[in-house]
Nanobody
């Protein structure tokens, strides 16, 4: 069993920055790829960024490229999403997710993720 806890969400003005953190506990040695997703009411959850177990391979959704940076520190059991140049369109609940099955590579399909955090709200005002 793995527990994921997000933090760092909040209210920020357009153009501002936020850093989200995800702390995972439990059987962390079995954590493989991890990712950040986001969801707004009435819409499907979408992948923001994903990272392999080693941290050497990353994936970004087109809207995140050049603005967001995903990273992880396995020694601290944490994953981070640095977000900059935020716009109101980035307003959503952001979720941390982890894969424990399969390879150590990242996954881009939400269905491949085994554990999810409770989410942290990010609100960007115009």
């Amino acid at each position: 069993q793995i527990q994921l806890v997000e933090s760092g969400g909040g209210l920020v003005q357009a153009g501002g920055s936020l850093t989200l953190s995800c702390e995972h506990s439990g059987r962390t040695t079995s954590t493989n790829g991890m990712g950040w997703f986001r969801q707004v009411p009435g819409k499907a959850r979408e992948l923001v960024a994903a990272i392999s177990w080693s941290g050497t391979s990353t994936y970004y959704a087109d809207f995140a490229k050049g603005r967001f940076t995903i990273s992880r520190d396995n020694s601290k059991n944490t994953m981070t999403l640095q977000m900059s140049s935020l716009s109101p369109e980035d307003t959503a609940t952001y979720y941390c997710a982890a894969v424990v099955r399969g390879s150590t590579q990242y996954k881009t399909d939400a269905k491949d993720y085994d554990y999810w955090g409770q989410g942290t709200q990010v609100t960007v005002s115009s």
